[in-house]
T-cell receptor, first 113, second 114 residues
Framework: DAKTTQPPSMDCAEGRAANLPCNHS???????VYWYRQIHSQGPQYIIH???NNETNEMASLIITEDRKSSTLILPHATLRDTAVYYC??????????????FGQGTILTVHP | DAGVTQSPTHLIKTRGQQVTLRCSPK?????VSWYQQALGQGPQFIFQ???????QRGNFPDRFSGHQFPNYSSELNVNALLLGDSALYLC?????????????FGPGTRLTVL
């Protein structure tokens, strides 16, 4: 699976959009970009995933660049409850790495009042 | 619709003992993956079970073993516990096959080895 790079920490004001970047320059054609978040000592929560098109669900939007080498997770109106560690993960759709999620250090997002 | 459940929530063991952790997958899921998360680190993949067989394994010693039952629930066993095995153990379930198999995580079991 391709390696991802995320900033270690970010801040955001409550009510504003939080834009979390992720670089995955070695991503290959059949690999998906997944985003999870983890609130302190809880299990990771699935947020969204995509292959090459932008995706949106009730939690967030995922913007993937045309060359697929980077992506941005957007929380449109951040709340204090969005304070968490956010993980960007690239996972293959087949092959020996099919099942495994490889977590990095993630981005600690702190939402301020 | 129940999500992924794990038991127990917390566990305290001593070095050398053995431990069994349990996981019930989300309704409709047939695959279970286990992860270990040490304090301050991201989760690390231990192994994945599908059709009652270990399908993929991470870089963990043989002291870590698992089992999947016909109802898709799973157990993680750790023998000869070491202090370094203290961690949050996470179970994730998914539906096997297709281009993606989104994994949904349970709340975890906090294991402390003294």
């Amino acid at each position: 699976d391709a390696k991802t790079t995320q900033p270690p920490s970010m801040d955001c004001a409550e009510g504003r959009a939080a834009n979390l970047p992720c670089n995955h320059s070695t991503i290959s054609g059949n690999e998906y970009v997944y985003w999870y978040r983890q609130i302190h000592s809880q299990g990771p929560q699935y947020i969204i995933h995509g292959l090459k098109n932008n995706e949106t669900n009730e939690m967030a939007s995922l913007i993937i660049t045309e060359d697929r080498k980077s992506s941005t997770l957007i929380l449109p109106h951040a709340t204090l409850r969005d304070t968490a560690v956010y993980y960007c993960i690239v996972k293959g759709g087949g092959g020996t790495s099919y099942g495994k999620l490889t977590f990095g250090q993630g981005t600690i997002l702190t939402v301020h009042p | 619709d129940a999500g992924v459940t794990q038991s127990p929530t917390h566990l305290i063991k001593t070095r050398g003992q053995q431990v069994t952790l349990r996981c019930s997958p989300k309704s409709g899921h047939d695959t279970v993956s286990w992860y270990q998360q040490a304090l301050g680190q991201g989760p690390q993949f231990i192994f994945q079970y599908y059709e009652e067989e270990e399908r993929q394994r991470g870089n963990f010693p043989d002291r870590f073993s698992g089992h999947q039952f016909p109802n898709y629930s799973s157990e993680l066993n750790v023998n000869a516990l070491l202090l370094g095995d203290s961690a949050l153990y996470l179970c994730a379930s998914s539906l096997y096959g297709g281009p993606t198999d989104t994994q949904y995580f349970g709340p975890g079991t906090r294991l402390t080895v003294l």
